[in-house]
């Protein structure tokens, strides 16, 4: 692998955290769903509370998995 390649890697996905990062920043409205989907699992015992985020997991996947893609076209 050749390390220009890898560099621009880097800064491109760098570059994509930030933006969102921002995104989610500015807009507290657009987090209100992101971590509390209907398939989202959350157990509540006596002082206890177990969550995974299954369905935020699958989503944020799907939408990596397109974004590779389609950059691994170029």
Do not use: N
Not at 49 to 55: D, N, Q
């Amino acid at each position: 692998m050749e390390f220009r390649f890898l560099g621009k890697t880097l800064i491109v996905l760098g570059a994509f955290l930030i933006l969102a990062g921002t995104l989610f920043w500015l807009s507290p409205k657009l987090t209100l769903w992101f971590g509390r989907l209907p398939g989202d699992i959350a157990v509540r015992k006596k002082g206890v509370t177990f969550y995974f985020p299954l369905a935020t997991c699958l989503i944020c996947s799907l939408i990596l998995s397109l974004v590779f893609w389609l950059f691994g076209k170029k």
